[in-house]
């Protein structure tokens, strides 16, 4: 380690941060599963990092970029930027790895101080490029929160030491008087109807999903901008095609970009009756409206909560080309010249349509000449482009939505979640511990994610986001299909020459195959974190917080109200006494729990699953059919 670190780690340990009420947000294991298992760098490494990121020549907005432990790793600053100084980026980062790195390595994550400036620490894993699928495949690397250990205190200075004052003479200790026991009165409420410690409200919870797919959406970006807000996505998006599983470069790999995006403001500006498409008050849990013809710009309460999005995903259509290496073409031997030998046909791919020296063409006999990377970026709509295309959808289901098509390496039995993650947010990290408020405010947050899985699938059910895929997917189908033909009458004595492959209707297959798996996802996934959510909370099963449940080894006496499985312990029984003339008296109704309970709370949750699983049952019901 140089001296200057050193020097700034020592001094590390006097300066005092001051930060707001929560804790560090942290960007814990990706939802994504082919990237469930990735870390981020070293512990040791970023500690060591800290004063180079936040050296003297870092001013914001800008942002500070390195590369540590072969990972690209970027510090972001927003909010009131004015504070920003070097030593609050520094307590800023050692916030950060105090709460998101686990002695051996980094997720990280973001931090707001009371002051308004928000300080995040992003990097981009190994084995993983900047794709489409980074608005699919990093899917929230967080949602969790940062970890629940306390907040460092603060340094305090150091005074002199003051003279000891003389111990005083110890005085002996009165002895107890005796006292009478006493038998709980009526009004004595027991322990086990305590006051319970107040879950996050609905609205609380909506806003933390918020933050933690802000947080995911600037992790999956290489922020490169002045501005560091997400939801700028009017650049060209850049995706890699012909992706090998834990392989971040191979020969055969190349990068494809579209079109501009319109930003708000111009779809605004062109499209003024443009539709939002979302539930129409997300933050009521149990709110399930959903206008399929899309909401007018005046009704949505909070229009900065939805993106500008394209409905066929770009990541889909450089996907084409893994899926035509996996499963139709796959041999390595393509009898032309400049090809190197035992080339796949991605390579054949990257060097013919996408490697230097390309050569204009039209398409048709009066069609603007192009080389072929913008043949294929102009058969899918942009900002000059089709730009009636575009619509706008809330984040959250937005980016479950990119879910449903993902390729995730040509699996197919892949989840739209990774199971380890939402099955932790349902059930908690261990299966012995009681019900606490925040096991309610995991099991809930992954409630909300089905509920936005659900809103994604009604948006791709709407006739207009209908209309407009089949729209998109057969230009592109009639794009790729004239590349094929025509680029043989047009390669560069420079290129490999192009043979015709019949693209056209293995585009057309391709597509096929992601609608059905789309669809299959959807229903697979919604089924069965429903159930699992039904069987955790289930009132049935016994009260989670007072009973012993299979596996969970609770114990507690029951809930009135919820239910219980047989405890330990002796029961006890009282006798009913009989009135006069031996009727005996009406049998008392079993009272419900308080509203402020643990139980009253679990029996809160359950009926907002209730809610949920009719939901989508009654969603289910509908058919969501094949546009093309």
């Known amino acids: 380690m140089r001296k200057k670190d050193l020097l700034v780690l020592a001094v590390l340990q006097q300066i005092t941060v001051h930060v707001s009420a929560t804790q560090a947000i942290c960007n814990r294991q990706s939802l994504m599963e082919e990237y469930s298992s990735q870390r981020g760098p070293s512990q040791v490494t970023v500690e060591n990092s800290i004063s180079n990121i936040c050296q003297r020549d870092f001013v914001p907005p800008k942002t500070r970029s390195l590369r540590l432990d072969d990972i690209d790793v970027t510090i972001n600053v927003s909010g009131n930027t004015t504070e920003h100084s070097v030593d609050s980026c520094i307590g800023a980062l050692r916030e950060i790895v105090s709460e998101c790195c686990d002695g051996q390595t980094c997720t990280g994550g973001a931090v707001q101080f009371q002051d308004d400036i928000t300080y995040e620490l992003l990097y981009q894993p190994q084995g993983y490029e900047k794709s489409e699928n980074e608005h699919v495949d990093l899917m929230a690397r967080g949602r969790g929160g940062g970890r629940t250990r306390r907040p460092r205190p603060k340094a305090t200075k150091s005074r002199p030491k003051s003279k000891p004052k003389p111990k005083a003479k110890a005085k002996p200790t009165p002895a107890r008087k005796k006292t009478k026991p006493t038998r709980p009165s009526k009004s004595t409420k027991s322990s086990a109807a305590a006051k319970a410690t107040p879950t996050k409200t609905c609205k609380q919870l909506y806003q933390q999903q918020l933050r933690e797919y802000a947080i995911a959406e600037r992790t999956t970006e290489k922020v490169s901008r002045d501005s560091v807000a997400f939801e700028k996505r009017s650049s060209p998006k850049q995706v890699y095609a012909c992706q090998i599983k834990g392989r971040a470069a191979n020969p055969s790999r190349f990068r494809i970009k579209a079109l501009n995006y319109p930003d708000k403001e111009d779809m605004d500006a062109m499209t003024p009756a443009a539709r939002y498409f979302g539930y129409a008050r997300p933050e009521i849990c149990t709110n399930f409206a959903f206008v399929q013809s899309g909401m007018l710009k005046a009704k949505v309460k909070n229009p900065e909560d939805y993106q500008v999005e394209h409905v066929l995903e770009w990541q889909t259509v450089a996907d084409f080309f893994s899926w035509v290496r996996d499963k139709k073409i796959t041999g390595t031997s393509f009898q032309v010249t400049n090809l190197p030998a035992d080339s796949n046909i991605c390579r054949y791919f990257k060097e013919s349509w996408f490697g230097g020296s390309q050569v204009s063409f039209s398409l048709t006999n009066d069609g603007p000449e192009r080389t072929v990377k913008d043949h294929l970026k102009w058969g899918f709509p942009g900002l000059d482009n089709r730009p009636k295309d575009f619509a706008f959808l809330h984040k959250v289901p937005n980016r479950l939505k990119a879910q449903m098509w993902a390729y995730k390496f040509g699996s197919q039995t892949a989840g739209i979640f990774a199971a380890d993650s939402i099955t932790e947010k349902i059930m908690g990290k261990t299966t012995n511990k009681k019900t606490t408020p925040k096991s309610i405010d995991q099991a809930k947050l992954a409630y909300l994610d089905l509920r936005a899985l659900m809103a994604a699938r009604k948006y791709m059910r709407?006739?207009?986001?209908?209309?407009?895929?089949?729209?998109?997917?057969?230009?592109?189908?009639?794009?790729?299909?004239?590349?094929?033909?025509?680029?043989?009458?047009?390669?560069?004595?420079?290129?490999?020459?192009?043979?015709?492959?019949?693209?056209?209707?293995?585009?057309?297959?391709?597509?096929?195959?992601?609608?059905?798996?789309?669809?299959?996802?959807?229903?697979?996934?919604?089924?069965?974190?429903?159930?699992?959510?039904?069987?955790?909370?289930?009132?049935?099963?016994?009260?989670?917080?007072?009973?012993?449940?299979?596996?969970?080894?609770?114990?507690?006496?029951?809930?009135?109200?919820?239910?219980?499985?047989?405890?330990?312990?002796?029961?006890?029984?009282?006798?009913?006494?009989?009135?006069?003339?031996?009727?005996?008296?009406?049998?008392?109704?079993?009272?419900?729990?308080?509203?402020?309970?643990?139980?009253?709370?679990?029996?809160?949750?359950?009926?907002?699953?209730?809610?949920?699983e009719a939901a989508w049952k009654k969603e289910k019901s509908k058919p969501w059919r094949k546009p093309w």
């Open 462 to 612: 709407s006739s207009k986001i209908a209309i407009t895929l089949s729209r998109e997917v057969k230009e592109m189908e009639k794009t790729i299909r004239k590349i094929d033909a025509t680029l043989p009458q047009h390669s560069s004595p420079k290129k490999p020459a192009w043979v015709k492959q019949n693209l056209g209707p293995l585009w057309t297959e391709y597509m096929d195959e992601r609608f059905k798996l789309a669809n299959q996802r959807t229903t697979a996934d919604m089924d069965k974190y429903i159930a699992l959510l039904v069987k955790t909370w289930s009132p049935s099963a016994g009260s989670r917080s007072n009973s012993p449940s299979p596996g969970r080894g609770r114990t507690g006496s029951q809930s009135p109200g919820i239910g219980s499985s047989k405890g330990k312990g002796k029961a006890v029984v009282k006798r009913a006494r009989t009135r006069k003339g031996g009727s005996k008296p009406a049998p008392k109704k079993n009272p419900s729990p308080s509203p402020n309970t643990k139980a009253a709370q679990e029996k809160d949750f359950f009926q907002e699953i209730r809610a949920l």
